[in-house]
């Protein structure tokens, strides 16, 4: 395969032949990495689960792909929600190319929150063996861009007007590592939320890159 839209015939028959089988809660989404990530979804069945459409982004577990921060391993059976609240049992594989270069996702998201309430009479089709996954499902890449910034301060706990400048540099290393710098005017909305300048923005980012390295470094001399 060389291309998600070479394949889409396909995907799209696959997708509607999963929702056939699983009924209205599942959802199977098809991402074209080819695109810019604000607007990646390029087939979409059941929308109605996550609140998606064509043309909509997508989640923060991409993004992360996408910069390296996580290997593009297939993620299959992990429990992730909805902004509304709603559980979902959801699957992630990565399609790629002949080069062995990841071109785009197919993912399943099926609403499991009536099953969770009658979790005692369900117990082994809801809970077996699964891990708890924060996965931000959104209509725009501002929102997302907003709930890594949420998640990011979270980690630091502190407010901006609390950090120090060592505060911040962490923050912009964790925002670097969840991919946020891939998102269009990133920076503009990071420097705002922060109270810098670009320019002190790009310092702490090499800052924190720097530190990363010798980070790393130090953890292979003690191995």
Known sequence: MESIEQELPFLKEMAKGITAQFGDNCEVVVHD????????????????VTGRKVGDPGTNLGLEIMRGTTEGDNRHNYVTQTKEGR???????????????????????FDITELTIAEKTLQSLTASGLQPVRESFVTNVGDLLDTLIQEAQELIGLPPSHMLKEDKVRMIQLLDQKGAFLIKKAGEKICQYLGISKYTLYSYLDESKSTAGEAAGEAGANE
């Open 33 to 48: 990495w080819s695109r810019p990530y604000d607007s990646t979804i390029v087939w979409i069945e059941n929308g109605h």
């Open 87 to 109: 559980l979902l049992r959801s699957t992630s594989m990565y399609v790629k190319n002949k080069e062995g270069k990841i071109i785009g996702a197919v993912c399943i998201n």
